[in-house]
Structures are given as C-alpha cells and as structure tokens.
C-alpha cells in the first residue's frame, strides 16, 4: 500500500496543529477544594452533627470514608447516607469506594 501526501496537505495539518495549540486545556474534572467545611452542603442538622462528632469537617474528611463505615456509625441511617451521596453527587464526588457515572 503507497500513500501519497501532497505538500499542501502537510501545510494544512501544520495549520491546524497551530490552532489547536493555541485552544485553552480542558479539564475532565473542575478541581474541588477538599479542605473546604462540609458547611458548603446543606445537610440537615442532624447529618450535620453526626458527620462531626466523627470528625469529618471537610470534604476531604468525608470523601475518605465509605457507605458502610458511614452506616455503622451512631445516627447515621439510609436517610442520612442518601443525603451524603446527593450532596457529594452534586459537586461531582463520591464516597470511597462508589463511583459518580453522571457528574456534572
């Protein structure tokens, strides 16, 4: 198999290659503080309140942290968890170990 190119076309592929240099990198993923307070969700007093007498008081914190070992803690149910995953879901983050298919 011969392939030919033309110089004209190897003009046009240096053109482009130029342009496409000078377009800003796009991330896949906005970086996220994590060492902002888990304050910035609007969790209800009570999740609140049982995320921080575990000591989870950034997002960090919280991130480390797995469904099961947030179920096993005193006051954290169902209830509580769904409202930690929609929370983290809604910035694009997930508990250890859960993925987030459809983050924005």
Excluded at 29 to 41: A, E, N, V, Y
Aim: with cysteine; hydrophobic share 40%.
């Amino acid at each position: 198999m011969k392939i030919t190119i033309e110089i004209s076309d190897i003009n046009e592929l240096i053109k482009l290659r130029d342009w496409l240099n000078t377009m800003p990198e796009i991330e896949d993923k906005p970086r996220f503080d994590l060492t902002q307070s888990i304050g910035i969700f609007e969790f209800t007093v009570r999740t609140k309140n049982c995320l921080l007498a575990e000591n989870i008081e950034t997002v960090g914190d919280l991130i480390k942290w797995s469904r099961v070992e947030l179920l096993k803690t005193p006051n954290i149910g169902k209830k509580s968890l769904l409202e930690i995953i929609d929370a983290l879901s809604s910035y694009g983050l997930s508990l250890r170990g859960d993925s987030v298919p459809n983050a924005n």
